[in-house]
């Protein structure tokens, strides 16, 4: 077993972190607080080549592996996990799907531009009642000669009103439940589009998710992923690859509050030395470092496997499972280092906390993926 990241991997991290400090750090604070999405930022890191790392390079990939891409994730969760997620959900859940199942006129069309970051990617998926519960979704496609006619609502759509693509799923037959999801490209400006409210979050505030209404959207036939009834399958394997990316941003606002809270308390004196060398903050700072290793380990695992077409569904489940809740708990024990200091907004690391909350819930749910990963172990 061989646990060493490629030089061309560590190539990746340093140029990702470089561009996070120098780029996202500056401004990170404001956005958040006036809840700020920046759209040139994405285009940069696009001209950087990190829209599209895990692609080939004929459909302007960077031809990197998935590993490569949890860590550009992770570099960039240490800093600014709004700008991450926007980044993953363009890569991991529109980006990914068109790969893998879209025909190659449509990977012409779709997929070059997003990996080359000219254009923005979306997914839609959850509606108001229907989380996980997919089943419960009712939006619905109607085929109307050479076109689809969409009508329903999706929430919480990460990149929603920014992105020029999105892939959308609807029910093509009511009557068929699960089997009868289908998967389509929609592209922004469509006729029967528009986008609802956005939402206000207690964290990744400077990421945007808002509504996404559709009332006879009209999308070609040409668009649809696959066939009439292939949604369903769809979307849960893009989920799978998508929960990779999830982890890293737990991992990465995990060692971003880890590092900030390791600064302060070399730094900070109290009793006549610094609180680094107390014995329940070095041993609270020791159990963080290691949790975070631990998650870190099982990230690049799962990005490891879905890169050499090795299972990768549970691995994915519990990487996310065990990363959001590191994320969790080391971001909160960060604040407490810093002590009612940590709970200032002067600091970022209360910002941290805010932001890992959401990796236990999106992309699916911590209660979820256990029941990914029971099935899996006791299948």
Request: one cysteine or more; charged letters at 25%; hydrophobic letters at 40%.
């Amino acid at each position: 077993m061989n646990f060493t990241v490629s030089p061309e991997n560590e190539g990746i991290r340093k140029m990702v972190r470089e561009f996070a400090e120098k780029k996202l750090a500056p401004t990170i604070v404001e956005r958040d607080e006036k809840e700020l999405f920046d759209r040139s930022i994405f285009d940069e890191m696009g001209k950087l080549g990190l829209m599209g790392l895990p692609y080939p390079e004929k459909y302007g990939g960077g031809g990197m592996d998935f590993v490569a891409y949890a860590i550009a994730i992770e570099e960039i969760s240490r800093v600014d996990a709004s700008t991450s997620i926007g980044m993953s959900v363009h890569t991991s859940l529109c980006s990914w799907p068109i790969y893998k199942y879209g025909t190659e006129e449509q990977k012409q069309k779709y997929l070059v531009p997003l990996a080359q970051g000219i254009k923005l990617g979306a997914f839609g998926l959850t509606e108001p009642n229907a989380g996980t519960d997919v089943g419960n979704a009712s939006t619905f496609a109607v085929k109307e000669g050479d076109s689809y006619l969409i009508t329903g609502t999706k929430v919480f759509n990460t990149n929603g009103g920014e992105a020029e693509v999105e892939v959308v799923f609807t029910k093509t037959n009511k009557e068929a439940g699960l089997k009868g999801m289908s998967a389509f490209i929609v592209e922004k400006g469509s006729p029967g589009l528009s986008f609802g409210k956005k939402e206000t979050k207690m964290g990744i505030r400077a990421a945007v998710q808002r509504e996404v209404i559709m009332v006879n959207a009209k999308t070609p036939a040409s668009n649809i992923l696959g066939k009439e009834g292939d949604g369903f399958r769809i979307a849960m394997t893009t989920l799978d690859g998508g929960r990779i990316g999830i982890a890293a941003q737990a991992v990465g606002i995990a060692q971003g509050a880890l590092d900030h809270a390791i600064k302060y308390a070399k730094q900070r004196v109290q009793f006549g030395k610094p609180i680094a060398t107390q014995q329940g903050i070095s041993f609270m700072l020791a159990n963080m470092a290691t949790k975070v290793e631990a998650a870190r380990l099982m990230t690049y695992r799962a990005a490891f496997n879905k890169s050499n077409d090795l299972p990768y569904s549970k691995e994915a489940a519990m990487a996310k499972l065990f990363a959001s809740d590191v994320a969790m708990s080391v971001t909160t024990d960060a604040v407490q280092v810093f002590g009612g200091y940590g709970y200032s907004r002067e600091y970022p690391v209360e910002r941290l906390m805010r932001d890992a909350k959401i990796t236990q819930i999106y992309e699916g749910t911590s209660e979820a993926m256990r029941m990914v990963i029971a099935g899996s172990i006791l299948r």
